[in-house]
């Protein structure tokens, strides 16, 4: 093969392209060998640095947690009361006299604030599917106070800039044309942005990004088992589906986040991750499991029969062969053009109304109008936007919609983004991905070993199919999708980081 003509010709085709982007504006900004240091060392970076580290650490958060209980039963009245009930004569702290409870109580305070910040952050990977958006942004607040009472905060070139994206959301949510809508909204957002502050300052060690790796795949797999039964046993919702077109569709899938387009966008973050494993792991168990989640999760992603993720997909895993192995290419290519006679009747037929413009149907005109009038909304408010939800965006739209077409967004990331926060919130967030998007780059071409390159490429392959997917619809407009987004960008830098330097300290 490697000397084939058409094998050839696809190297030739993939060199030309690199060589004509070579040393552009775009490709320095996301994978070239630019030194952004000047901006992790900027006047800005360092402002944001002192504010946040100049809170009192009132907090002691111990470098290593030791081995026997004994050795760091310093008055915490949870550990006494363990090592009591373990059998270590270790007394407790009503059996001293000269303990008060109040000191008793105010060490598990503390012991439990040192130790929220991680675990406050593995509890929110894992339970996104399930908890709600309140509970789960009450879990980030407090872990993001924990974290500035404990520890220091750690400032890359990404959270610059989603500072700045934070900085510009906030402004624009009280400019809103509904500032008592958009305010909340405004703050939730923000909240749920510093969550990857949160994982790069807290996720230190491989063994903790390795655990977080491991509960992302557990939840996913609970998640799909529960779209599993609902594709076997579930109800019709006859909100997904568009019967004027297909008829044929009784059932679409949406696990625990009740929108099939919602829970295939999740999907998109986590297939890619559970098929990495199977090459990460190091045991055939482990192997296994990670194999077994992946289908489950496939086929989940297809019961979604959301066009959107089904391309999406596929550029993910374009992006992960191109990364990964080139040669792949050719497979690739062959994969692509069985498609027609592999996939189910209903999921090609339901692909190809994408494209199908002469008898457009229902949910892909929506989609169009809805897109006209949002680029009419942006000539007019390009520099300040609308300011953030529902009821700002409905404020203006109704003046420029086409054929009545009711909508609560934009159904485009990018055009929502723009919309509510002007020019200026999107060359910030937009700004905030190249600098993501470099750093994988810059790891991947420096990692050590196989399965460091192979996570690298992972990352940036499920993140360009969400991105991907953010064409089609505002995948932003669930919170908790947009919560794990963040986290998931923040566990791909804290595993480049903790690869690219060692073990920086030791976190429990």
């Not at 297939?271 to 989640?293: D, G, H, Q, R, S």
């Not at 055009?415 to 780059?441: D, H, M, P, W, Y």
Request: glycine share 6%.
């Amino acid at each position: 093969m490697d000397g084939s003509l058409f094998f050839r010709g696809i190297g030739a085709l993939l060199d030309f392209t690199a060589r004509l982007f070579a040393g552009s504006f775009i490709a320095n900004g996301f994978a070239g060998d630019v030194n952004i240091n000047y901006l992790t060392h900027s006047r800005y970076v360092s402002l944001i640095k002192f504010i946040f580290n100049r809170i009192p650490k009132v907090i002691n958060v111990p470098e290593r947690w030791p081995k026997k209980i004994s050795s760091y039963a310093n008055g915490s009245f949870a550990v006494s009361l363990a090592a009591h009930a373990a059998g270590q004569n270790i007394p407790l702290p009503f059996e001293s006299g000269r303990t008060k409870i109040f000191e008793k109580s105010l060490s598990v305070i503390k012991w439990i604030a040192a130790v929220l910040p991680v675990w406050g952050t593995v509890s929110v990977l894992f339970f996104a599917p399930f908890l709600p958006t309140m509970a789960l942004a009450a879990i980030v607040a407090a872990s993001l106070v924990a974290a500035l009472l404990s520890r220091e905060i750690i400032v890359d070139a990404t959270a610059a800039a989603l500072l700045f994206f934070i900085a510009v959301t906030i402004i624009c949510g009280f400019a809103s044309l509904a500032p008592a809508s958009s305010i909340p909204i405004a703050v939730l957002s923000s909240l749920l942005i510093m969550s990857y502050i949160l994982v790069i300052s807290c996720i230190r060690t491989k063994k903790t990004v390795d655990i977080m790796f491991f509960l992302f795949a557990v939840s996913a797999a609970a998640a799909g088992i529960a779209g599993l039964y609902q594709f076997f046993f579930g109800r019709n919702d006859a909100r997904w589906l568009d019967n004027e077109v297909f008829d044929y569709l009784n059932l679409r899938v949406f696990s625990t986040f009740g929108n099939p387009n919602v829970y295939g966008t999740y999907l998109l973050l986590a297939v890619p991750f559970c098929a990495a494993f199977i090459f990460y792991a190091k045991k055939p168990l482990y192997k296994l499991l990670a194999a077994a989640t992946a289908a489950l999760l496939l086929i989940n992603l297809a019961a979604t029969y959301s066009r959107g993720c089904y391309l999406a997909l596929a550029v993910s895993a374009l992006v992960f062969v191109l990364l990964w192995e080139k040669r792949f290419v050719v497979a690739a290519a062959a994969v692509l053009a069985a498609a027609p006679f592999v996939l189910p009747a209903a999921m090609w037929a339901r692909l190809v109304s994408i494209v199908n413009f002469a008898d457009m149907d229902s949910s892909t005109a929506y989609r169009v109008s809805i897109w006209q009038a949002s680029l009419r909304i942006v000539k007019d408010f390009w520099m300040t936007g609308l300011g953030q939800g529902i009821e700002a965006y409905n404020v203006a739209y109704p003046f420029y919609a086409f054929n009545a077409v009711t909508s609560p967004h934009s159904h485009n990331l990018y055009l929502q983004i723009l919309v509510e926060t002007g020019v200026i919130g999107l060359s910030a967030f937009i700004a905030a991905l190249a600098f993501f998007f470099r750093t994988q780059f810059t790891f991947m071409r420096r990692a050590a070993n196989e399965r460091d390159r192979l996570m690298s490429a992972v990352t940036v392959a499920a993140a360009v199919g969400f991105l991907f997917q953010g064409i089609f619809d505002h995948v932003f407009y669930n919170y908790r999708v947009m919560l794990i987004f963040f986290v998931f960008l923040g566990i791909s830098n804290a595993y480049a980081a903790v690869r690219s330097k060692g073990n920086c300290g030791h976190e429990q």
